[in-house]
């Protein structure tokens, strides 16, 4: 494939998407495509679906029916509706090293320093050169802003810090494309703002995201693409400008207008 041909190609592709838990049926039919350097912020209430949509992505959460695409290649499957599960583990494990989740809790591991957790699934899942980590491991904690911490335990940073630690880690696999899940919720608006900067100069150098936020302006500040979900089905998505400028649904406007109320 020639390297225009390659650009074309969309890093993630959803196409009819379900997801029930039980009788519960939290996905229903929802499409995605989020191509290379561009960001596509999911918004809703919650319960609408953003954060499955995202854990399914990662096949963290399997879905019912529905492709999945990574860069052109189909996550393939065995069986049908809830009996259904990936076909190939070895295949989910290396489409899963090309894209990097963020939670909202850091999820950080206490027993090992800032360096330490940047560092260890580049180096024990991908097996690469420790010096050379931990090289490119110090450079992305400066790029975050925390370069200083590096030495430190995740219980000696606050919240905001911890995030940008966590983004760091993510960045270290050097992934396809970034998935955030609520990145800034767990924490005060001042701390919000230090990881909401991060983001942004993210999407600055055009890497292609996925992003889960409560947080509109950032949705419409960092979105190439808004994907407004309700109870399980994309109501409405569009540009930031159409999203947020010219709601054209009922559903969307109130959304928005309780958004900007609470």
């Known amino acids: 494939m020639s ?17 029930s838990y039980g009788q519960l049926e939290v996905l229903r039919g929802v499409d995605l495509t989020a191509s290379r350097g ?6 809703g209430s919650s319960g609408s679906g953003k954060s499955t949509l995202l854990r399914c992505c990662n096949m963290l959460e399997e879905s019912q029916a529905g492709d999945i695409l990574f ?3 189909h996550v393939r499957w065995r069986g ?14 290396r489409l899963r090293t090309n894209l990097s989740m963020v939670f909202q809790q850091f999820n950080l591991w206490s027993h090992m320093t800032v360096l330490q957790n940047v560092m260890e699934a580049p180096v024990h899942v991908l097996k690469r050169d420790p010096a050379q980590v931990e090289a490119r491991a110090r450079e992305l904690l400066d790029k975050v802003g925390i370069g200083d911490k590096a030495e430190a335990w995740p219980s000696q940073l606050s919240g905001g810090q ?11 696999m050097e992934p396809k494309a970034l998935l955030l899940d609520e990145p800034t919720s767990a924490l005060d608006p001042e701390l919000q703002q230090e990881v909401v900067r991060v983001i942004k100069d993210l999407a600055a150098e055009h890497r292609t995201m996925l992003l889960v936020t409560h947080d509109m302006r950032l949705a419409a500040d960092v979105g190439d693409h808004v994907i407004f979900l309700h109870q399980g089905k994309i ?4 540009t930031p400008a159409e999203i947020f400028g010219a709601p ?15």
């Open 80 to 93: 049908e509706g809830p009996s259904r599960v990936p076909a190939d583990r070895a295949q989910v494990t």
């Open 3 to 19: 390297p225009s041909s390659e650009a074309d190609v969309p890093v993630i592709q959803i196409r009819n998407l379900h997801k």
């Open 235 to 238: 109501e409405e998505e569009g």
């Open 71 to 73: 860069e052109g290649e």
């Open 248 to 262: 054209r649904s009922e559903r969307l406007r109130r959304f928005l207008s309780a958004t900007r109320h609470s």
């Open 38 to 43: 561009h960001v596509v912020s999911l918004i």
């Open 162 to 172: 911890q995030q940008r630690a966590a983004i760091a880690r993510a960045l270290c």
